[in-house]
């Protein structure tokens, strides 16, 4: 086989687990179809990270990666479009035709922004629609923006967007915000957002790009026009587990199941992340998986011999 641990995906989960399975000794490959970091590059501050007193995400995933290559991971930059990882050699398959075989896989495959399948979201992507406060913010510099959802995301990128816009419109369909209670008193008093209850988005529109939202109270059935610069729809992800469909088994929602030590119902095979079924997703709990789920692998390439 190629490999002893093959970790597909290199955001905060696959950056630890590539650390304890190198430092274990074993041969370690970690595949990332971008850059190592994932949604971490994405945080502009990171705040809740035992021991980092705060700093941009990328700072922290460069030094994760730094890590684990001192211990001997080695890194590919692919995607993977195919697996079979039902018998005892596990085998990926690259976009490129490329075939890798490894004894045990992680999975950190992480999850991806949902849509909110209206009118004008495609058509204006990249014009005025993003998914990414952090990537996009800097360009709407004393612009008027819609922030749509109420979970942490939401409303600490809500709070991030006023260092660079006007006003910042926050959308929520429920009376009540989900976020911390902490981010939620930040964008409370925030004089540059104001926050529309029991809202929803039914169009994106605009003449080249975003210049206007409607929106509609899910109370009153009432439509308005919001003028708007820009509009980040923020309202979750879901997992980027497609291609496992019939290979490991999945909840409702598309999630890996895992136990515990992090391992799937297929021997050998393991998942970390915000990939896997549980209950917080926060770059710690990341790490964490990540760690139990390569100590779980090395200890089940150890019952291989």
């Not at 910042?168 to 976020?179: G, S």
């Not at 994106?204 to 708007?228: C, F, K, M």
Request: charged share 25%.
């Amino acid at each position: 086989m190629d490999y002893d641990v093959v970790i597909v995906g290199g955001g905060p989960a696959g950056l630890t687990a590539a650390i304890y399975a190198s430092r274990a000794r074993l041969k370690t490959l970690l595949i990332e179809k971008a850059f190592p970091g994932g949604q971490l590059m994405m945080c502009a501050h990171v705040e809740n990270y035992p021991g980092y007193i705060g700093g941009p995400g990328m700072e922290l995933s460069e030094a994760m990666r730094q890590q684990a290559e001192r211990f001997g991971a080695e890194s590919k930059i692919a995607e993977i479009n195919k697996v079979d990882l039902l018998g005892k050699e596990k085998i990926l398959y690259t976009t490129e035709d490329e075939k890798i075989s490894a004894k045990a896989i992680i999975l950190c495959l992480g999850a991806k922004p949902k849509r909110l399948d209206v009118p004008g979201e495609q058509e204006f992507l990249g014009k005025g629609v993003s998914y990414c406060a952090v990537c996009d913010g800097a360009l709407f510099k004393d612009k008027v923006l819609a922030v749509v959802g109420g979970g942490d995301t939401a409303v600490e990128d809500a709070v991030f967007l006023t260092r660079y816009a006007s006003k910042v419109h926050l959308i929520h369909r429920r009376d009540r915000l989900r976020a911390q209670r902490i981010i939620q008193e930040r964008a409370f008093a925030n004089p540059s957002i104001e926050i529309h209850w029991n809202t929803v988005v039914k169009h994106i529109r605009g003449t080249g790009s975003v210049d206007h939202l409607v929106t509609e109270n899910v109370v009153t059935g009432e439509q308005s026009e919001l003028p708007v610069d820009g509009v980040f729809i923020l309202i979750g992800n879901e997992p980027n587990t497609k291609m496992l469909k019939g290979q490991i088994a999945l909840d409702e929602a598309g999630y890996v199941i895992t136990d515990e030590n992090m391992q799937t119902n297929v021997p050998g095979v393991f998942a970390a992340g915000d990939v896997r079924r549980k209950a917080l997703r926060q770059i710690v709990t990341a790490c964490a998986d990540g760690a139990i789920a390569a100590t779980a692998a090395e200890k089940y390439i150890e019952s291989l011999s």
